[in-house]
């Protein structure tokens, strides 16, 4: 099943369908509402890839888009070489629990290895979101530790896991 799912650039009918997702207020993706166009809008400006930063589309054969991955910088020291990506990964509710999530994050970093000459990938989570830790320790990330109250969300700071997973992992 794994190798039906791939990662590829979005297109514009991504971006829609993106923003007709619900919005589950209470979930772990939900951070407040956002407008009706925020992936349109973001689609329009760079295509969702620049240089340092970008998403793809999870792809699954005979299904088509099932989600998201995406990654930005994190800085630990000065550049050129102080950096790390943190990535992210959102996958529409009717297609979580089937293993894409698992094998989606593991394309990524094989990707992001292959294509920049980053060391170092980090990914967190809340800590009671156990499909995602699953997810990332299946996909080669090592736990680290927990961040206390690093993410405000529903009205409290929430502690995070945070993952990484080197190059030579
Ligand atoms: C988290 C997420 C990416 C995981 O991807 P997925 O395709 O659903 O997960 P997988 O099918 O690859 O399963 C990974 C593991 O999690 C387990 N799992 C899946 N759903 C679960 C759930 N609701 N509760 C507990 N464990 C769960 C699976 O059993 C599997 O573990 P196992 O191999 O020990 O059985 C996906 O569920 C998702 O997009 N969730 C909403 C957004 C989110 O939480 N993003 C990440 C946080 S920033």
Do not use: C
């Amino acid at each position: 099943m794994p190798a039906e799912v791939r990662l590829r650039p979005y297109r514009v009918e991504d971006a829609t369908a993106f923003d007709a997702e619900e919005q589950v207020p209470g979930s772990f993706e939900f951070f407040g509402w956002r407008s009706a166009n925020t992936w349109l809008r973001k689609f329009a400006t760079d295509g969702m890839v620049a240089d340092e930063r970008g998403n793809l589309v999870v792809d699954v054969k005979g299904i088509g888009a099932v989600g998201d991955v995406g990654w930005s910088p994190v800085h630990h020291g000065p550049p050129p070489h102080g950096f790390a990506f943190n990535v992210g990964i959102g996958l529409f509710a009717e297609h979580r629990g089937r293993g894409y999530g698992t094998e989606a994050q593991r394309l990524l970093a094989e990707y992001l290895f292959a294509y920049s000459r980053v060391e170092r990938l980090e990914a967190s989570t809340d800590v009671t979101n156990i499909a995602e830790q699953r997810a990332l320790t299946k996909a080669g990330f090592t736990r680290e530790g927990v961040l206390r109250h690093a993410q405000w969300r529903a009205g409290a700071f929430h502690d995070v896991v945070l993952f990484s997973r080197l190059r030579g992992d």
